[in-house]
T-cell receptor
Framework: NAGVTQTPKFRILKIGQSMTLQCTQD?????MYWYRQDPGMGLKLIYY???????DKGEVPNGYNVSRSTTEDFPLRLELAAPSQTSVYFC?????????????FGEGSRLTVL | EDKVVQSPLSLVVHEGDTVTLNCSYE??????LLWYKQEKKAPTFLFML????IEKKSGRLSSILDKKELFSILNITATQTGDSAVYLC????????????FGQGTTLQVKP
């Protein structure tokens, strides 16, 4: 019963490097999200997707890109990493876009940019 | 601009105390409000509230929504050290995206 799986769990990047955070879910959910959580703060939406082939920006999309080629996978790409992107990243999914179902979260990926 | 505000931001109590966490919101086209508990890792789901005045209850935790005054409370009775966590409130708008708008969270520490 995997649910939402994120990799890697931890990563240290140098300024200017790029990387991809992987997210996959096995619940056949159409709706997927990437959030970031800074210390002492709630979660901010980066990007979201309502189905394969469809993505859209959230509150804080700058410096990130996403793709959704399959229902299961929703990778988040960081281009030209900056210290401001040091954060914990959560991928999440849900079955309904109408706000009638709970959001299922991955375990999180802690990223440090030095 | 949509806004979800939680109070207090942090709270320290002793085992056995009862705590009340608050969540107020200003969101257009409100659909539902969710409470999550976060212990070091990913948030775990507690409650979803869509109707005013109907209490949701799970063991020592309960929550209620007031759609007229635009707030929700989360009560924890007879607190235990295992209740120590960040409690997050989030609101969903009536759209077909399912996006959640989160509050800052309340950090609860329960001392033995």
């Amino acid at each position: 019963n995997a649910g939402v799986t994120q990799t890697p769990k931890f990563r240290i990047l140098k300024i200017g490097q790029s990387m991809t955070l992987q997210c996959t879910q096995d619940m056949n959910h159409n709706y997927m999200y990437w959030y970031r959580q800074d210390p002492g703060m709630g979660l901010k939406l980066i990007y979201y997707s309502v189905g394969a082939g469809i993505t859209d920006k959230g509150e804080v999309p700058n410096g990130y890109n996403v793709s959704r080629s399959t229902t299961e996978d929703f990778p988040l790409r960081l281009e030209l990493a900056a210290p401001s992107q040091t954060s914990v990243y959560f991928c999440a999914s849900t079955t309904s876009g109408r706000g009638t179902g709970e959001l299922f979260f991955g375990e999180g990926s802690r990223l440090t940019v030095l | 601009e949509d806004k979800v505000v939680q109070s207090p931001l942090s709270l320290v109590v002793h085992e056995g105390d009862t705590v009340t966490l608050n969540c107020s919101y200003e969101v257009t086209n409100f659909r539902s409000l969710l409470w999550y508990k976060q212990e070091k890792k990913a948030p775990t789901f507690l409650f979803m509230l869509t109707s005013s005045g109907i209490e949701k209850k799970s063991g020592r935790l309960s929550s209620i929504l007031d759609k007229k005054e635009l707030f929700s409370i989360l009560n924890i009775t007879a607190t235990q050290t295992g209740d120590s966590a960040v409690y997050l409130c989030a609101v969903v708008r009536s759209s077909n995206t399912g996006k959640l708008i989160f509050g800052q969270g309340t950090t609860l520490q329960v001392k033995p």
